[in-house]
């Protein structure tokens, strides 16, 4: 299973031509038809294409399982835009809530997923990801990623069952995970852009081709190659955030004016090639937009986990012409989006406030710097917030004392928001930011299946192509829960580097 | 380009495999390399795919424009689900609407399908289809069209503004097309499936696999068959509402319990082709479900039609276990097929129930064969009715008076719905159904241009290749107004058959 046999290269070109250009053969057919096989560089048993969560997870456990494996990675970098996400892993029944008396299971966690989801979840697949958290849980920590030593809370889910990487990034996991699989013998391609499937005669998907030293997003950069997947190719290649036109078609609404959390490679070529050979869609309009990000930086930022960490689950966020809250905190994501979202004036968005006390910010990691960089604003005073913002300073004090009374109380009469995280701000200075979505999650993507087939628009696995992650479509229906992107992509991951490794010999 | 040449049919099996087989040719090329051209057994400007509003539509204007044209149906009847549709017809600025003193334009009605749209509504494609409607309607009157001599209002729509054919049926409007086509040279083929794609070496769409004598549903029925399209395919092979593994895949919650009102052959085939060879999918989970249904009987049926003209202009609809008012009976359809889902108790739907008044009924041309099959029920009291359906009396009868006074003061406090067409409830005998929703129409399909063009997963044309109808996505956002279906498929019908027949002629 190890063997990496190289192919003759003589005359592969020829009759090399991939899925997207193969029409063309049925009317001017110009191969040569003595030919039998296609001429691979390499012959491999699993080609995994991407380098985040889901693409690293399912390398490794292919190799684990025994096959010999090349990954592919478009960008200078591996990891992906895992690699910039928060860091945050929604856990059920974690070590660390067992300690802190959490009771959690994966039929709770199932059941949040299914809410957010607003009947849109394929609850199969969302299965799969409750029952795998632990174990990836407990595989990526034997693989070295360190989290923190806390549990969190974040919106949607009922109980705090979020674990986060000591360094709030993905990178955090990616990093050991790519290491791991160079270690264990994974062979490890960035900036090396698969381009299209190879299919044999029976339509199963046995190789890509793939430019080798492609200089992102330079489509005629790099060097053709062709690599054969004795087992299976594992597309793990992210979501479309970032490409616009497909974005817009799906939700006009997401145009040009709206910034992303992503990387600049997440276009989507990977799942626009699958649908191009039959995959089915999925879902593709629900898009998500992240509800804790700043108008005052680009992408991701710093801010994004300032509000995760510390603004939303311990602080309270009110809109600026009333100084009131207008909206749970910790609702879910789609749920607070779309409130701020109605926050527009005279065609301009009226940016929210959140913020929290000096107690509040303790873990925010990101603090320092949004200092610095001036995304996070820091006051003495609830009157310093209110004016600095243009707030009306009496109606805000107000509700800050409300809102104090109700953690207390114990009981968020206001919003029903769970209090379990939150504390009573009144310990200054404050740190205060503006708030405003921008596009970070694509929900929809291709089919598959339990096993992580791909499937096709009538149903049926196409053979040799499993997928995971963003790239795949379904489990979170209409709104992801955060931290379950990477619950999504390390338990799919897994499975489909299991089913690839596993899945019988094409003879190429 | 009257000609219709045969061409060569001779070794034409061997070297023609179709765009779904074709990826073989990369791996094991068996065609014949010397094969310069497919042979066709017939050769036509364009092919239209379907036989409803836009396909007719399409083949008609193509013809009109000078083209020889072939229109396949893979049913045994022309007229696809259009046939069985309500006939409804929304015309911004009809003469009947001038006649009667109510102001609409092209700009109102947009205004309307936005709103309804959600957001989501490619506004360059609904452009199209309202400046299209009152040119449409004059041409399809033209083909001897009879509509009703009174305006209907719909949910949705700020004014009076439905056209219904006199049969109260899109026969009314199928019949006389067919007819026009046959009359004026279309090539018309029933029982032709259409099986595939046949492209030249440039991607080029140049023709379809068909099998003539097809009884759907068996795919292996039916004689294989090649035609050409020197100027284009145009697809308007309608929804997948029939498709229940599909149409699962994008909306859970629409599994095998929930009836459909489409004839069964709304299987989605012609769409499931063009993903498959790249078009763009566009909201494929925006799938809209009938508000005006009735659970006592299959498919479309008899109520459907009775509460758009009778029931909801012209009476009110309760819940039976409060016997009182839940919603605008006039709102657009996902806002009240949303509101009724929600009527679910101990897991079983608790039907709504819709009545009018003997004034209320008198248009209502199904009135008669409802009775007949005891899907509409007629009481003498609206204590009959109460009792009947077990509802609280007193109550149920109360806000019977409730809306009384509405409509006097030409003032819905409770709900809001538009009043124009309203009476008072006061005229026995009483007519009563009960009401549940049904999968009724796909607003998601493949993206195209205002041009009628298919769009591929990159936002280019796929050259020769045109659509229009239910099988495209994107005009109607999140929910189709009634009477537009009519709209979009004559429209983009017409468009799409001038876009094809003026296409440059490719060489086949």
């Given at each position: 299973m190890q063997t990496n046999e190289m192919a003759p290269v003589q005359s592969r070109r020829r009759f090399l031509a991939g899925a997207a250009a193969a029409a063309a053969a049925v009317a001017a057919p110009s191969a040569n038809a003595a030919a039998k096989k296609v001429a691979f560089d390499k012959i491999f048993d699993v080609i995994v294409v991407g380098s985040g969560f889901a693409a690293l997870a399912a390398a490794l456990r292919a190799k684990e399982e025994g096959a010999s494996v090349l990954l592919v990675e478009k960008m200078p970098a591996f990891g992906g835009n895992s690699a910039i996400n928060g860091g945050a892993f929604a856990v059920a029944g974690s070590p660390l809530q067992e300690k802190e008396g959490i009771k959690d299971s994966p039929e709770l966690m199932l059941k949040d997923m299914i809410r957010s989801g607003r009947g849109l979840s394929h609850v199969d697949l969302l299965k799969m990801i409750v029952e795998g958290t632990r174990p990836a849980f407990d595989w990526v920590v034997k693989y070295g990623v360190k989290f923190k030593p806390f549990v969190q809370h974040f919106g949607g889910h009922s109980v705090p069952r979020i674990m986060q990487t000591l360094e709030s990034t993905g990178g955090g996991i990616t990093r050991p995970l790519t290491e791991a699989c160079a270690k264990n013998g994974v062979e490890l391609h960035k900036r090396c852009l698969m381009e299209d499937f190879v299919r044999n005669d029976s339509g199963r998907i046995i190789g890509i081709r793939a430019r080798e030293g492609y200089l992102f997003p330079n489509e005629k950069s790099g060097v053709p190659m062709t690599y054969g997947a004795r087992r299976g190719v594992v597309m793990a290649t992210g979501g479309f955030a970032r490409n616009i036109w497909f974005r817009k078609q799906q939700d006009p609404l997401l145009d040009e004016r709206l910034d992303s959390t992503?990387?600049?490679?997440?276009?989507g070529e990977g799942l626009l090639k699958m649908l191009s050979i039959g995959a089915a869609p999925v879902q593709l309009d629900q898009i998500q937009l992240g509800p804790w990000s700043s108008p005052e930086e680009k992408g991701f930022g710093l801010v994004s986990q300032f509000n995760t960490i510390a603004g939303f689950p311990m602080g309270i966020m009110v809109d600026p012409r009333t100084g009131r809250r207008f909206c749970n905190e910790l609702a879910d994501r789609k749920e607070r989006a779309d409130k701020i979202l109605t926050m527009i004036e005279n065609g301009k968005p009226v940016y929210p406030i959140c913020f929290t006390d000096s107690k509040g910010v303790e873990?925010?990691?990101t603090l320092k710097n949004g200092l610095k960089y001036n995304v996070i604003h820091k006051f003495d005073t609830l009157e310093g917030i209110a004016k600095a913002f243009g707030m009306p300073v009496a109606p805000f004090v107000k509700q800050v004392e409300e809102f104090n009374g109700y953690v207390k109380a114990k009981n968020d009469t206001q919003f029903h928001r769970p209090l379990q995280l939150a504390i009573v701000l009144d310990k200054p200075p404050f740190y205060a930011v503006k708030v405003w979505p921008k596009?970070?999650?694509?929900?929809?993507g291709a089919a598959i299946s339990p096993k992580a087939e791909v499937l096709d628009v009538m149903g049926k696995p196409i053979p040799g192509l499993f997928a995971a992650g963003e790239?795949?479509?379904?489990?979170?229906?209409a709104s992801r829960l955060g931290g379950c992107a990477i619950a999504d992509g390390l338990c799919f991951g897994r499975i489909a580097g299991e089913t690839a490794a596993h899945n019988k010999a094409a003879s190429i």
């Open positions: 992503n990387q600049p490679g997440a276009t873990k925010a990691q596009v970070h999650y694509c929900m929809g790239v795949t479509g379904g489990a979170h229906g």
